[in-house]
T-cell receptor, first 114, second 111 residues
Framework: DGGITQSPKYLFRKEGQNVTLSCEQN?????MYWYRQDPGQGLRLIYY???????QKGDIAEGYSVSREKKESFPLTVTSAQKNPTAFYLC?????????????FGDGTRLSIL | QKEVEQDPGPLSVPEGAIVSLNCTYS??????FMWYRQYSRKGPELLMY????GNKEDGRFTAQVDKSSKYISLFIRDSQPSDSATYLC???????????FGAGTRLFVKA
């Protein structure tokens, strides 16, 4: 079955530590996205990528970094510069570069501070 | 003012009731409208996707868009306990790449 796989489901970060969240899709979608979800707030866009080797900052990119070396993979690194990383992180993809198709989501990674 | 406003609820209804979920928005350029269902500790699942104004029906779900009022609705008929989830509205303009999400309405359907 095609879909978006995020791993791990739960992740704990120590002070000063960088952590990387994995996102893999086998839908052959061009565009991929990372969102952060906090209680009572809508999804906030961190980064997005329309094609391989290209990505753009979203609304809350500070303290995060991404790479897009392969079409199917879009890992997100939460750096030590992100002072409030505790949240539910969602990866999404969509089939067209122009974004006229809706996004489909993975099942998320919950990140907490140790 | 947020671009998309959605009442967080919670909304509690008895099984079999008709549920109405709503969002208002401020950007008249929005043309694509979506409803997602999100169960606890899961990612959002696309329920309905509509373009411009009008109604769209899929089984027990009906999505309605009123662009003149900048108001969208999702109706759930014959609600079931399995419909208990958070419902997110989302929207985007034609040329843009960014989707704007509402904060979600939490729905409980009691057996």
């Amino acid at each position: 079955d095609g879909g978006i796989t995020q791993s791990p489901k739960y992740l704990f970060r120590k002070e000063g530590q960088n952590v990387t969240l994995s996102c893999e899709q086998n839908l052959n979608h061009d565009a991929m996205y990372w969102y952060r979800q906090d209680p009572g707030q809508g999804l906030r866009l961190i980064y997005y990528s329309q094609i391989v080797n290209d990505f753009q900052k979203g609304d809350i990119a500070e303290g995060y970094s991404v790479s897009r070396e392969k079409k199917e993979s879009f890992p997100l690194t939460v750096t030590s510069a992100q002072k409030n990383p505790t949240a539910f992180y969602l990866c999404a993809s969509s089939p067209q570069k122009t974004g006229n198709q809706p996004q489909h989501f993975g099942d998320g990674t919950r990140l907490s501070i140790l | 003012q947020k671009e998309v406003e959605q009442d967080p609820g919670p909304l509690s209804v008895p099984e079999g009731a008709i549920v109405s979920l709503n969002c208002t928005y401020s950007n008249s350029a929005f043309q694509y409208f979506m409803w997602y269902r999100q169960y606890s500790r899961k990612g959002p699942e696309l329920l309905m996707y509509t373009y411009s104004s009008g109604n769209k029906e899929d089984g027990r779900f009906t999505a309605q868009v009123d662009k003149s009022s900048k108001y969208i609705s999702l109706f759930i008929r014959d609600s079931q306990p399995s419909d208990s989830a958070t419902y997110l509205c989302a929207m985007r303009d034609t040329g843009g790449f960014k989707t704007i999400f509402g904060a979600g309405t939490r729905l409980f359907v009691k057996a």
